[in-house]
């Protein structure tokens, strides 16, 4: 069966800190990927999402990217973090297809507390 | 652009009723609609789904149905439990932009 991790599940990092999240899928090959945030109380919003390895699509302009080095492992980074990007961050896959109507399967997310 | 509206924003039923959360979405295309339940701390998880080509489906106490004329789907769960409580998320696709847009989401809490 398929699986997903995030890690870190928590993370406090300073103003100006360098940042790297990571996901990792298992038992799928070629997944979509996805990063989202969740604002405390709030909707998801798409970050990036990727088809394949080194593909990366931007939804929105901000402090963020995104890379897909191997096929199951998605990073998102920050060379120097804000005190807007605070938040709850979701990784998702669904299966690789021409179009993403499919089910996406979330992690269970980092939270990240810029002080 | 593509618009997803999402009712009740909060929701609270005595165990055992029934709730009914409404999506209203704007893409005439679009032909999957998917429900989340995100547990407080959690990633949404998938709870049930259905395709344009189906009015109604159907998953023990959850139930999804679509009336693709008025572009509205609706989440049913029945006979409440404690369990239920949690956030509940519609996220239909739009052809057009080939992604999940997620609603902004309804605070469920099932009252014992």
């Known amino acids: 069966s398929q699986t997903i991790h995030q890690w870190p599940a928590t993370l406090v990092q300073p103003v100006g800190s360098p940042l790297s999240l990571e996901c990792t899928v298992e038992?799928?090959?070629?997944?979509?990927l996805y990063w989202y945030r969740q604002a405390a109380g709030r909707g998801l919003q798409l970050l990036f999402y990727?088809?394949?390895?080194?593909?990366i699509s931007s939804e929105v302009p901000q402090n963020l990217s995104a890379s897909r080095p191997q096929d199951r492992q998605f990073i998102l980074s920050s060379k120097k973090l804000l005190l807007s990007d605070s938040g709850f961050y979701l990784c998702?896959?669904?299966?690789?297809?021409?179009?993403?109507?499919?089910?996406?399967?979330f992690g269970d997310g980092t939270r990240l507390s810029i002080l | 652009g593509e618009n997803v509206e999402q009712h009740p924003s909060t929701l609270s039923v005595q165990e055992g009723d029934s709730a009914v959360i409404k999506c209203t979405y704007s893409?005439?295309?679009?032909?999957?609609f998917p429900w989340y339940k995100q547990e407080l701390g959690k990633g949404p998880q998938l709870i049930i789904d259905?395709?344009?080509?189906?009015g109604e489906k159907k998953d023990q106490r959850i139930a999804v149905t679509l009336n693709k004329t008025a572009k509205h789907f609706s989440l049913h769960i029945t006979e409440t439990q404690p369990e239920d409580s949690a956030v509940y998320f519609c996220?239909?696709?739009?052809?057009?932009?080939?992604?999940?847009?997620f609603g902004t989401g309804t605070r469920l809490t099932i009252i014992p």
């Open positions: 998702a896959w669904s299966l690789g297809t021409s179009h993403s109507n499919q089910p996406q399967h």
């Open positions: 038992g799928t090959s070629n997944p979509n």
């Open positions: 990727s088809v394949g390895i080194g593909q």
């Open positions: 893409d005439s295309a679009s032909n999957y």
């Open positions: 259905i395709r344009s080509n189906v």
């Open positions: 996220a239909p696709y739009f052809f057009g932009n080939e992604k999940l847009t």
